[in-house]
């Protein structure tokens, strides 16, 4: 079968080399700097607030399931997601395989947008952090199995000198061993990236082998209420939901029944 993660990893190291010849590090650096002074909002503070943890994501496209929503509009559904409840907002930033843009979150943040916002893409260099704060994300995700320890350690590093929180998405007991790197949220990925096989008992079962009281964040596979006030019950703060939202015909809309229905469950 062939490894999906290894594919998407591969092209997008030799994205961020061709990233780096129209725009270089030392250039993009500069026009962060001038952003260091307005921080964005604590996601994982957002989701500690928050009674349901929901981070409603932008996803317009999958490498399994080709395109969800083409026509969605980043200045259209993100404020929608906001205005019906959403604790903060993923937005997908890969292009090739999501259908994604940096510029989503430009015109989330242009139209409105004021909770947090995840920058969701495949980070492999120091260059794409500088890319999410540029573009006005609050926090970036880092894939444990996209990236050796150090490198997650040194990426970490920079994300908080940028004032970027990290979502570190861990998805097997062989990625635990990185929890020792104190991100700001545990995120355990119910999709197995290499084969996009998604079971949300992943997340039943490492829950309790994350530390004791971090912001811990279930992604991916989740479409029923009664399943976040089940990971809720198991210390779950957050629950990232894209599909079920983004294949109706108003995400926003399917946000706040969600929600509605999650209120009315103890």
């Known amino acids: 079968m062939k490894d999906i993660l290894e594919e998407i990893i591969a092209y997008k190291r030799i994205e961020v080399d061709g990233f780096k010849s129209v725009i270089p590090l030392r ?31 932008f996803k317009r496209k ?19 997601y906001q205005q019906n409840g959403a604790a903060a907002v993923s937005i997908l930033t890969d292009t090739k395989f999501f259908g994604g843009r940096d510029e989503f979150i430009v015109k989330a943040r242009t139209s409105g947008v004021e909770i947090p916002v995840l920058y969701k893409n495949f980070i492999v260099d120091e260059y794409q952090l500088f890319q999410a704060r540029y573009c006005g994300a609050s926090a970036a995700l880092l894939i444990t199995s996209a990236l050796k320890k150090d490198e997650c350690r040194m990426l970490i590093r920079l994300a908080h000198e940028l004032g970027l929180e990290v979502l570190m998405e861990m998805h097997s007991e062989w990625d635990l061993d990185y929890a020792e790197l104190e991100p700001d949220m545990y995120g355990i990925n119910n999709r197995n990236l290499g084969s996009f096989v998604t079971d949300v008992q992943n997340s039943f079962m490492l829950a309790a082998k994350l530390p004791d009281g971090v912001c811990k964040v279930s992604e991916s596979g989740i479409s029923s209420p009664s399943t976040v006030r089940l990971l809720r019950n198991i210390g779950f703060n957050g629950f990232l939901i894209g599909e079920s939202f983004m294949k109706t015909d108003d995400p926003g809309k399917a946000l706040k029944s969600f929600i509605e229905e999650l209120e009315l469950i103890q």
Request: hydrophobic share 35%.
């Open 62 to 80: 999958s490498p399994s399931k080709g395109w969800i929503k083409e026509e969605g509009q980043a200045d259209v559904i993100p404020l929608s």
């Open 27 to 57: 250039e993009l650096s500069k026009k962060v700097e001038g952003l260091l002074d307005n921080p964005q909002p604590s996601m994982r503070e957002a989701l500690l607030r928050s009674d349901t943890g929901i981070i409603a994501e």
